[in-house]
DNA sequence: CCGCATCCCATGTGATACTG
DNA sequence: CAGTATCACATGGGATGCGG
């Protein structure tokens, strides 16, 4: 459990040694969207070992990046101030990754809460400022994302309701947030099927959450 | 050799298969100073094992994130144009690593390339912009890095010779560009060791390399 | 000597089973 | 549900070998 070392004295081996270990950024990724109960994370990460979740889960309340706190009953575990300051990293990390993201194999899952940091990254603030407030609701196999955007902020908050434009996206939607397919081509190839609204409410947020090169 | 998978597919996921294992961003940061040779490489990460060396280099070049090249009749490796994108990563979590480095244990070394990429995390542009343009040089026990502001920019290159201000840093460096330390504190703990130049100028380098929390 | 490859052992990881 | 225990195995660490 001694945090691993380096050797080194600097800000990245010091951060490699604080998040640096496998699985650890990915659960931060998924805190980030936020609190998040034991299984819940077990849940959002489906091959994580149950053992290395647990280790892992000690070594980052050890390095202060969460905490486990009580929340009505039940035991959730949360991101600390300090934990919270790695969103940029998170999203800066997951921005790179994006370019190279290839094909989806069939083993691979979308899980809600990777999704969300993925719309977090490619969200464009200039670009969403332009725009009427609208509201998006993606469905993601068994679940869904309402997606409001409103001036130059996002939220992204899991469930379904009402929306100017409801969709289902298949793992292909990744190719539409990195622009390499076009709305009318993912509505066309069945990558994105719209269940109400305007079709054409696509195009604005492909416009509005796109990652560019 | 084939790079672990997390099942997920995502961007985040994807950019810590491809730079998640040990070793691998620290490899990167000193790249990202400039093109190494193995050997250089290897002394500046002195507990790489050398095997785990050979294989990271494999598997970053096999990721499209660095290549192998000639210059001048021997290899060097050097960053990919996707491999240098990963700068504004390696900053931000350098950042972040930066507020949790504590007390410097003895074992632990500052290489060149590691202070490098530190002063380029501290350096704040809107600071530099306005101050005269100033060379620093800093002895850091074998080496000298030579730290040229000018504008808005900043050019660290390794070596010695005139500067308008020349110190020796100690470890206790950090704590200084943290705001940690005053500048007259830094010199009066003897962190900080004049060898030529007026010493208020080292007032002006706390202020054109800190790292605001 | 530099640039690795090989060997061996300690440790971390992964899958599964199990317990409060 | 929220973890702990166990064990096989893959990977990392350190020393050493070796060809160009």
């Not at 990777?114 to 990254?121: F, I, P, Y």
């Given at each position: 459990?001694?945090?691993?070392?380096?050797?080194?004295?600097?800000?990245?081996?010091?951060?490699?040694?604080?998040?640096?270990?496998?699985?650890?950024?990915?659960?931060?990724?998924?805190?980030?969207?936020?609190?998040?109960?034991?299984?819940?994370?077990?849940?959002?990460?489906?091959?994580?070992?149950?053992?290395?979740?647990a280790t892992r889960l000690k070594e980052l309340q050890a390095a202060g990046v969460l905490r486990r706190a009580p929340h009505s009953r039940v035991i959730v575990y949360e991101l600390t101030p300090y934990g919270r300051e790695l969103e940029p990293v998170v999203l800066a990390l997951g921005a790179w990754g994006f370019h190279a993201l290839g094909?989806?194999?069939?083993?691979?899952?979308?899980?809600?809460d990777s999704m969300t940091m993925d719309l977090r990254t490619a969200f464009r603030p200039e670009i969403a400022a332009g725009l009427p407030p609208t509201g998006y609701g993606m469905r993601l196999g068994e679940a869904g994302l309402l997606i409001r955007v409103e001036g130059d902020a996002v939220a992204v908050t899991r469930g379904d309701g009402p929306a100017d434009l409801s969709f289902t996206a298949g793992p292909g939607i990744h190719r539409l947030l990195a622009g390499e397919l076009a709305p009318e081509r993912a509505l066309a190839s069945g990558v994105v099927e719209v269940l109400s609204g305007p079709r054409d409410l696509l195009g604005r947020f492909a416009h509005t959450f796109h990652l560019a090169a």
């Amino acid at each position: 459990m001694a945090a691993r070392d380096y050797g080194q004295f600097g800000g990245l081996s010091r951060a490699l040694e604080l998040v640096g270990e496998r699985w650890a950024l990915l659960i931060v990724r998924d805190l980030l969207v936020g609190p998040r109960r034991y299984g819940e994370l077990a849940a959002g990460l489906p091959r994580i070992p149950t053992n290395i979740l647990a280790t892992r889960l000690k070594e980052l309340q050890a390095a202060g990046v969460l905490r486990r706190a009580p929340h009505s009953r039940v035991i959730v575990y949360e991101l600390t101030p300090y934990g919270r300051e790695l969103e940029p990293v998170v999203l800066a990390l997951g921005a790179w990754g994006f370019h190279a993201l290839g094909d989806p194999r069939d083993e691979q899952v979308i899980t809600p809460d990777s999704m969300t940091m993925d719309l977090r990254t490619a969200f464009r603030p200039e670009i969403a400022a332009g725009l009427p407030p609208t509201g998006y609701g993606m469905r993601l196999g068994e679940a869904g994302l309402l997606i409001r955007v409103e001036g130059d902020a996002v939220a992204v908050t899991r469930g379904d309701g009402p929306a100017d434009l409801s969709f289902t996206a298949g793992p292909g939607i990744h190719r539409l947030l990195a622009g390499e397919l076009a709305p009318e081509r993912a509505l066309a190839s069945g990558v994105v099927e719209v269940l109400s609204g305007p079709r054409d409410l696509l195009g604005r947020f492909a416009h509005t959450f796109h990652l560019a090169a």
